[in-house]
């Protein structure tokens, strides 16, 4: 298990580079990954700030973004849950908090690849966008960040968060933005940080730093150094927002301890699978920021209390498809995710990271999605023996 993960500087010949392209662009679509999350939408916000301050037009493209921090209900901004993305070729594109096909839909898939430039910034290990994306997956000395070649993918693997390269982009420019966008990616920073499992909250709100963070120096710095960009109140506001469970209603609260007693087991994954149609699931309102806090919750719970377990995964409907999202605390992700590949679903489109992953297919149909979850868990079984 690697926990050496350490946040890389970024040599000032590359940030450098991202700032001349970017501001210098005709036009620059901001894209954020499907069911667009706190991460995202912070480095998103932050980057279109920058932008914007520089008279270089731009738009943020999202999908689902409304229960993040700062959603912007006007301005430059194009969802495409409800609304269809522009028929002329995009100038430059600038992937954020992604770098993989699997984590967009295949019209933003297709808007991309028109694009007269691609850029990227992501922290996420299993990027095709483009052909040849080289992440940095390991923490580099200054003098080996200095040496690296200069790419319009700027992937870093051993960075926890993508608002955390963007902080530090900033910080190479000299950039200060002012106390909403710092708020933005605290926000990203440490909604990321509690999915990889290197923060917590307390009974009181408080997010609370756990091993994993300890035992990394530089993600420690990175969160203290924004931390201390904020006055305590400014910080407050954020935690609130992002610690949905301290405030469940008596239905999400029955929704959350139904979940432990719906778990079943394969070999050593734990699943619960909640079909469409789902009563319970349907009044909830399906998949948004609660019902998607309780079943996190519900996977880290779970892996904690059943130790012969790997991974513990949820099967839900959302829109228009058919969904997993998994936790693994021996980092079997992707591991997993490539053995059902090879061995029962060629097609399969899921990704993430090595300790947690998602993956859909794009059907509500009963026949295809049971037989969908069956070839995962037929994996599973094998993979897992
Ligand atoms: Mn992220």
Known sequence: MNINFQAN???????QFLNQKLVNANYVDIICHSLTDEDAMASAKAIQWYLKKQHTPQRIILN??????????KGR????????????????????????????????IDYIKQAKKIFCIDHHEDGDIVPDIH???RSLSQKEIDALPITNIYVDTSAKSCSGIVMRLFKTLGITPPVRIWQQLFCGMTDDLRKN???????TLNPIKLELMN?????SDLYSAIESELFPKEREVVVKHLNVLANLSPDEMKFKESLPTRMKKTAKLGYVVIPDGDKEWANLG???????????NFRLNALENNPELDSVAVFYPVKDAYRISIHSKNNNVLKLFDYVKEKF?????????????????????????????????????????
């Open 64 to 73: 689902h973004g409304e229960d993040t921090w700062g959603y912007p209900h």
């Open 197 to 203: 499992h290197c923060i917590k909250y307390n009974e």
């Open 9 to 15: 500087p970024i040599s000032k010949k590359q940030a």
């Open 286 to 296: 399906g998949d948004n920021k609660k019902t998607s806090a309780i079943m996190g």
């Open 215 to 219: 035992k990394d120096q530089y993600t």
């Open 345 to 385: 679903n060629p097609d399969l489109q899921a990704g993430g990271h090595e300790n947690r992953g998602g993956g859909y297919v794009q059907s509500l149909a009963p026949h295809i999605c049971e037989k969908w979850v069956n070839e995962i868990l037929k994996g599973a079984e094998e993979f897992y023996k």
């Open 135 to 137: 992440p940095i997956t």
């Open 77 to 108: 901004i194009l969802d495409t849950a409800v609304s269809e993305l522009p028929k002329e070729r995009p100038d430059t594109v600038l992937c954020i908090d992604f770098s993989s096909t699997s984590r967009i839909s295949k019209n933003v």
